[in-house]
Every structure is written in structure tokens, then in C-alpha cells.
């Protein structure tokens, strides 16, 4: 049995109302262990908006709810947990945001330095990526398996495999180790739907021995 699960992310821009209603069917559909907010050109009050929508949703179906980038609306709003990339804010005032029981999580692109840095000073987890092209952002650094296999071979701090990932090119990530698949592109524009998306997931992920 693979315990690699998933990771959703928003859309760049959504309604959170009817996007709330998208959400909860997705996270019905199947195993999702975290949803993180991430919208980057949105203002404050839209993000709080947001929040106050999805929040209720997420943590009614059991996920943890996580906000990219700002560690003071995660702490504001009651998140449980932020994500913050290598040119936002440190990895201290994100753990004094969110508190010791709170997560705290790293994109460290293709750098095993970074994540090892990022593991010594109390990262819950690190990200990798971007394993594929996506249609999400302009990917700064392309990672590929090997990096996922060598780190779940070596620590213990859990791993995030991000970036173009779908049902059918996921396996050769879950099978090097990755702990957590993020998916944003793969979930939200799937033609079958997001529901259809989730499940799609977990039956490329059961196909998966476990590492």
C-alpha cells in the first residue's frame, strides 16, 4: 500500500462561494490530506474572503488548509499552516505565525541544499518541482525522480513532488517516495471535472507499489 496522497491548490483566481461548492465535491471524491490557498494577485480582503469560504470546507472533510506566501493572513486568519517560497518571508516568521503545531512548508525547487536547510530550521515539509511543464506558473527549475528517491532515502521530513503533475504521469513519483502529490492544473481543468480528477489520482497512486 503507497501512502502518498494528495495535495490540492487553488486556482489562480476563483468566486469562493462557487468555488466552494467545486471544493467540496473534489475532497468528497477521494484522499486529500491538505488544500492550499494560493492566490498571488489577489488583495488581502480576497484572500479573507477566500478563507472564510473554503475554510469551513476543508477542515469539515478533514484536510488541513494552508495559505500560500503570507504567514501574517495565515496567522490572522486562523490557517493551519503556510507555505512560503525561497524569496518570500523566512522560515522563523512563518513558524512564529502559525505556531509550533502548526505547518510550515518550503519550496526548495530542484536544491537539496535548500531542503536540508529548510529540514534543519524545522520545515514540516519541503517542496520539489517542477517535475513536468505547467500551465500554473513559469516553472523556475525542472526536477526529475531521483531527487525524490534519494531524499525519502535519507530524512524523515516529509516531501511535496509539484508541477505539471497528472493521473498519467504521477507513478514514477509516487513510486521514488514522494509523500504528496500538489496538484492545481490536474484537479481544476481535468474535462471529467475536479471529482472526476481526485479519483483518477488515487487509482494511479494505488497502482503504485509502495517504495
Given at each position: 500500500?503507497?501512502?502518498?496522497r494528495?495535495?490540492?491548490?487553488?486556482?489562480?483566481?476563483?468566486?469562493?462561494?462557487?468555488?466552494?461548492?467545486?471544493?467540496?465535491?473534489?475532497?468528497?471524491?477521494?484522499d486529500?490530506?491538505?488544500?492550499?490557498?494560493?492566490?498571488?494577485?489577489?488583495?488581502?480582503?480576497?484572500?479573507?474572503?477566500?478563507?472564510?469560504?473554503?475554510?469551513?470546507?476543508?477542515?469539515?472533510?478533514?484536510?488541513a488548509?494552508?495559505?500560500?506566501?503570507?504567514?501574517d493572513?495565515a496567522?490572522?486568519?486562523?490557517f493551519?499552516?503556510?507555505?512560503?517560497?525561497?524569496?518570500?518571508?523566512?522560515?522563523?516568521?512563518?513558524?512564529?505565525?502559525?505556531?509550533?503545531?502548526?505547518?510550515?512548508?518550503?519550496?526548495?525547487?530542484?536544491?537539496?541544499?535548500l531542503?536540508m536547510?529548510?529540514?534543519?530550521?524545522?520545515?514540516?515539509?519541503?517542496?520539489?518541482?517542477?517535475?513536468?511543464?505547467?500551465?500554473?506558473?513559469?516553472?523556475?527549475?525542472r526536477?526529475?525522480?531521483?531527487?525524490?528517491?534519494?531524499?525519502?532515502?535519507?530524512?524523515?521530513?516529509?516531501?511535496?513532488?509539484?508541477?505539471?503533475?497528472?493521473?498519467?504521469?504521477?507513478?514514477?513519483?509516487?513510486?521514488?517516495?514522494?509523500?504528496?502529490?500538489?496538484?492545481?492544473?490536474?484537479?481544476?481543468?481535468?474535462?471529467?471535472?475536479?471529482?472526476?480528477?481526485?479519483?483518477?489520482?488515487?487509482?494511479?497512486?494505488g497502482?503504485?507499489?509502495?517504495?
Open positions: 500500500m503507497n501512502d502518498c494528495l495535495y490540492l491548490i487553488t486556482p489562480p483566481r476563483l468566486e469562493p462561494s462557487k468555488f466552494a461548492v467545486i471544493l467540496a465535491r473534489a475532497l468528497e471524491a477521494g486529500v490530506a491538505s488544500v492550499q490557498i494560493r492566490l498571488k494577485e489577489a488583495i488581502d480582503d480576497d484572500i479573507r474572503w477566500a478563507a472564510e469560504a473554503l475554510g469551513p470546507v476543508v477542515r469539515d472533510r478533514g484536510a488548509f494552508i495559505l500560500n506566501d503570507r504567514p493572513l496567522k490572522e486568519m486562523e493551519d499552516g503556510v507555505h512560503i517560497g525561497q524569496d518570500d518571508a523566512s522560515l522563523p516568521e512563518a513558524r512564529q505565525a502559525v505556531g509550533a503545531d502548526g505547518i510550515v512548508g518550503v519550496t526548495c525547487h530542484d536544491s537539496r541544499h531542503a536547510v529548510a529540514a534543519e530550521n524545522g520545515a514540516d515539509y519541503v517542496s520539489f518541482g517542477a517535475f513536468f511543464p505547467t500551465p500554473t506558473k513559469k516553472a523556475k527549475t526536477a526529475d525522480a531521483e531527487i525524490i528517491e534519494i531524499w525519502s532515502e535519507t530524512t524523515i521530513v516529509p516531501l511535496v513532488a509539484i508541477g505539471g503533475i497528472t493521473p498519467q504521469n504521477c507513478s514514477p513519483l509516487v513510486r521514488a517516495g514522494a509523500d504528496f502529490l500538489a496538484v492545481s492544473s490536474g484537479i481544476w481543468d481535468h474535462p471529467k471535472g475536479p471529482a472526476a480528477a481526485v479519483r483518477e489520482f488515487e487509482e494511479a497512486i497502482r503504485c507499489e509502495a517504495p
